[in-house]
Nanobody, 120 residues
């Protein structure tokens, strides 16, 4: 079972910043595309940002220009820097590691989630 350990959530005022971190085992991290998703009650989990093993990134339109995803391969950690936070960014944020096994079947692992609340 792959373990993804998230940290960095919390309460922040509108316009503020937070940085989320997600640490994984080195073996899994090196072969995984990493992503951050978020979910609010009653809604589907949605992709916020993703980064491939090669460093290519993509973002949800709602966070472009405000959030930055990065990965530190030496630390087997992926980060989500969130700036100019808005109340609508309030959600539980989940780390995801996606890779393919030897049968080319996609395997997806999730962290436990970390709460981000943007409120004055």
């Amino acid at each position: 079972q792959v373990q993804l350990v998230e940290s960095g959530g919390g309460l922040v005022q509108p316009g503020g910043s937070l940085r989320l971190s997600c640490a994984a085992s080195a073996t899994i991290f090196s072969i995984s595309d990493m992503g951050w998703y978020r979910q609010t009650p009653g809604k589907q989990r949605e992709l916020v940002a993703a980064i491939t093993t090669g460093g290519s990134t993509n973002y949800a339109d709602s966070v472009k220009g405000r959030f930055t995803i990065s990965r530190d391969n030496a630390k087997s950690t992926v980060y989500l820097q969130m700036n100019s936070l808005k109340p609508e960014d309030t959600a539980v944020y989940y780390c995801n590691a996606a890779r393919r096994n030897i049968f080319n079947i996609k395997i997806s692992s999730w962290g436990q989630g970390t709460q981000v609340t943007v409120s004055s």
